[in-house]
Protein backbone atom coordinates (compact mmCIF):
# COMPACT_ATOMS: atom_id res chain seq x y z
CA UNK A 1 0.00 0.00 0.00
CA UNK A 2 1.37 3.39 -0.64
CA UNK A 3 1.66 5.68 2.02
CA UNK A 4 1.27 8.80 -0.50
CA UNK A 5 -1.10 8.74 -3.12
CA UNK A 6 -2.72 10.67 -5.83
CA UNK A 7 -4.56 13.52 -4.39
CA UNK A 8 -3.04 13.83 -1.00
CA UNK A 9 -2.12 17.31 0.67
CA UNK A 10 1.68 17.22 1.32
CA UNK A 11 3.98 19.65 2.61
CA UNK A 12 7.75 19.99 1.26
CA UNK A 13 10.09 19.38 3.32
CA UNK A 14 13.81 20.37 1.80
CA UNK A 15 14.81 22.76 -0.91
CA UNK A 16 13.46 25.69 -2.61
CA UNK A 17 10.06 25.45 -1.88
CA UNK A 18 10.62 23.95 1.85
CA UNK A 19 7.23 24.61 3.99
CA UNK A 20 5.19 25.17 1.19
CA UNK A 21 1.93 22.87 0.48
CA UNK A 22 0.96 21.36 -2.45
CA UNK A 23 -1.88 18.87 -3.94
CA UNK A 24 0.34 15.34 -5.33
CA UNK A 25 -0.87 15.06 -8.95
CA UNK A 26 0.54 11.86 -10.03
CA UNK A 27 3.24 9.10 -9.13
CA UNK A 28 5.93 9.19 -11.61
CA UNK A 29 7.31 5.89 -10.52
CA UNK A 30 7.52 4.71 -6.88
CA UNK A 31 10.08 7.10 -6.11
CA UNK A 32 8.67 10.63 -7.31
CA UNK A 33 5.66 12.44 -7.53
CA UNK A 34 4.53 15.54 -9.14
CA UNK A 35 3.15 18.14 -7.02
CA UNK A 36 1.09 20.84 -8.14
CA UNK A 37 2.80 24.40 -8.12
CA UNK A 38 6.25 23.01 -6.65
CA UNK A 39 9.92 22.12 -7.89
CA UNK A 40 8.52 24.63 -11.10
CA UNK A 41 11.52 25.51 -13.77
CA UNK A 42 11.71 27.23 -16.70
CA UNK A 43 11.61 24.69 -19.82
CA UNK A 44 13.23 25.97 -23.64
CA UNK A 45 10.46 24.29 -26.11
CA UNK A 46 11.72 24.25 -29.78
CA UNK A 47 8.22 25.10 -31.99
CA UNK A 48 7.23 21.79 -33.91
CA UNK A 49 4.87 22.46 -36.89
CA UNK A 50 3.44 19.18 -37.37
CA UNK A 51 1.70 19.35 -33.76
CA UNK A 52 1.09 22.43 -33.66
CA UNK A 53 3.03 23.91 -30.92
CA UNK A 54 4.96 27.30 -30.58
CA UNK A 55 8.60 27.55 -29.18
CA UNK A 56 9.33 29.68 -26.17
CA UNK A 57 9.98 29.41 -23.01
CA UNK A 58 7.45 27.51 -20.22
CA UNK A 59 6.80 26.72 -16.49
CA UNK A 60 6.35 23.31 -15.92
CA UNK A 61 6.38 21.59 -12.29
CA UNK A 62 8.93 18.78 -12.54
CA UNK A 63 8.89 15.45 -10.17
CA UNK A 64 10.55 15.21 -7.01
CA UNK A 65 11.02 12.56 -4.71
CA UNK A 66 9.21 11.44 -2.16
CA UNK A 67 11.49 11.63 0.45
CA UNK A 68 11.21 15.10 0.43
CA UNK A 69 7.30 15.54 0.78
CA UNK A 70 5.34 14.42 4.01
CA UNK A 71 1.51 14.15 4.00
CA UNK A 72 -0.04 17.22 5.84
CA UNK A 73 -2.02 16.51 9.25
CA UNK A 74 -5.32 19.27 8.91
CA UNK A 75 -5.84 18.50 12.68
CA UNK A 76 -2.22 19.89 13.78
CA UNK A 77 -1.47 22.18 10.88
CA UNK A 78 2.15 20.28 10.39
CA UNK A 79 3.82 17.77 8.34
CA UNK A 80 3.45 14.20 9.63
CA UNK A 81 4.77 10.47 8.64
CA UNK A 82 2.15 7.79 7.79
CA UNK A 83 1.47 4.36 9.12
CA UNK A 84 -0.60 1.60 7.88
CA UNK A 85 -3.09 -0.22 10.25
CA UNK A 86 -5.82 -2.80 9.67
CA UNK A 87 -9.28 -1.73 10.72
CA UNK A 88 -12.28 -3.86 10.11
CA UNK A 89 -10.36 -6.06 7.80
CA UNK A 90 -9.00 -3.40 5.53
CA UNK A 91 -5.40 -2.13 5.53
CA UNK A 92 -5.67 2.08 5.70
CA UNK A 93 -3.61 5.06 6.70
CA UNK A 94 -3.07 5.99 9.50
CA UNK A 95 -1.41 9.46 11.48
CA UNK A 96 1.65 8.27 13.53
CA UNK A 97 1.59 11.34 15.79
CA UNK A 98 -2.28 10.44 17.00
CA UNK A 99 -3.45 7.68 14.97
CA UNK A 100 -6.41 8.88 13.19
CA UNK A 101 -7.62 8.01 9.92
CA UNK A 102 -5.91 9.38 7.31
CA UNK A 103 -8.44 11.47 4.87
CA UNK A 104 -11.30 10.30 7.54
CA UNK A 105 -14.09 13.28 8.10
CA UNK A 106 -13.94 14.57 11.79
Known amino acids: MEKIR ?34 VVKKHVRPNPAQGTTGGIIEKSMPMHISNVALFNPA ?26 VGAKA
Open 6 to 39: KGDEVIILTGRDRQRRGTILARVDAERVLVEGIN
Open 76 to 101: TGKADRVGIKEVDGRRVRIFRSSGEV
